[in-house]
């Protein structure tokens, strides 16, 4: 059964409700229902340590465990993988590049063609917040997949954003609004197409192999 992993970057801890979290859902279940295993991983629930190296756990300068490696794991099993974040200041939450630092670690690193280690898996982005930015929080989110090697099909991004300043969230003001479901359904179904394409047909090794250990 292929899989989509859902990798949530909000700041609250479980079990707080995270408003990026119900946007994800409702890609979820499109994937769910087009055959998909699913799961979403909570980011800020995680020990995951500062870094762009692949493991920093036992004997590293952070001196504890680090959780990266076992959700690196769950990303190699995936098949599509979506990165959610809330807009900070406009920009991506600290988790979301963290989350981003960590996969780019695995940047030199190579699958049997040789070919970057994320050929061959579909990015996507959902972002919600109170304020103007979720064009770029997206655009960082899919520049960074695609530059390490996730294929970005056409659409791969939803959004909802609310008025300026504080007020309702997405799960209070936000699920009936037609342009986010819109680009929801979009954005899940090319995700769904092109995880399938790429199952029965990878990615050529034809002029984009790296040798082992180069960015």
């Given at each position: 059964?292929?899989k989509?992993?859902?990798l949530?970057?909000?700041?609250?801890?479980?079990?707080?409700?995270?408003?990026?979290?119900?946007?994800?859902?409702?890609?979820?279940?499109?994937?769910?229902?087009?055959?998909?295993?699913?799961?979403?991983?909570?980011?800020?629930?995680?020990?995951?340590?500062?870094?762009?190296?692949?493991?920093?756990?036992?004997?590293?300068?952070?001196?504890?465990?680090?959780?990266?490696?076992?959700?690196?794991?769950?990303?190699?099993?995936?098949?599509?993988?979506?990165?959610?974040?809330?807009?900070?200041?406009?920009?991506?939450?600290?988790?979301?590049?963290?989350?981003?630092?960590?996969?780019?670690?695995?940047?030199?690193?190579?699958?049997?063609?040789?070919?970057?280690?994320?050929?061959?898996?579909?990015?996507?982005?959902?972002?919600?917040?109170?304020?103007?930015?979720?064009?770029?929080?997206?655009?960082?989110?899919?520049?960074?997949l695609?530059?390490?090697?996730?294929?970005?099909p056409?659409?791969?991004?939803?959004?909802w954003?609310?008025?300026a300043?504080?007020?309702?969230?997405?799960?209070?003001?936000?699920?009936?609004?037609?342009?986010?479901?819109?680009?929801?359904?979009?954005?899940?179904?090319?995700?769904?197409?092109?995880?399938?394409?790429?199952?029965?047909?990878?990615?050529?090794?034809?002029?984009?192999?790296?040798?082992?250990?180069?960015?």
């Amino acid at each position: 059964m292929p899989k989509a992993l859902f990798l949530s970057c909000t700041l609250k801890k479980s079990p707080e409700p995270s408003h990026t979290e119900g946007l994800m859902r409702e890609s979820m279940g499109i994937f769910e229902q087009a055959g998909f295993e699913t799961e979403l991983v909570r980011f800020v629930d995680h020990p995951i340590a500062f870094s762009v190296q692949a493991d920093e756990g036992a004997g590293s300068v952070w001196g504890r465990d680090d959780a990266w490696p076992a959700i690196f794991a769950k990303v190699m099993e995936a098949d599509a993988v979506v990165i959610g974040s809330p807009i900070w200041l406009g920009n991506p939450s600290s988790a979301c590049i963290q989350l981003l630092e960590r996969l780019y670690a695995h940047s030199s690193e190579t699958n049997e063609k040789d070919q970057y280690v994320f050929y061959n898996k579909v990015g996507g982005a959902v972002v919600t917040g109170n304020e103007d930015g979720g064009k770029f929080v997206s655009s960082r989110i899919l520049y960074s997949l695609q530059h390490i090697g996730f294929t970005v099909p056409p659409g791969a991004d939803s959004y909802w954003v609310g008025e300026a300043g504080p007020g309702p969230s997405y799960m209070e003001a936000g699920r009936d609004n037609d342009f986010t479901k819109q680009t929801l359904r979009i954005m899940t179904w090319n995700l769904i197409h092109f995880a399938r394409m790429l199952i029965e047909r990878p990615i050529p090794a034809e002029g984009n192999t790296v040798p082992s250990g180069t960015h």
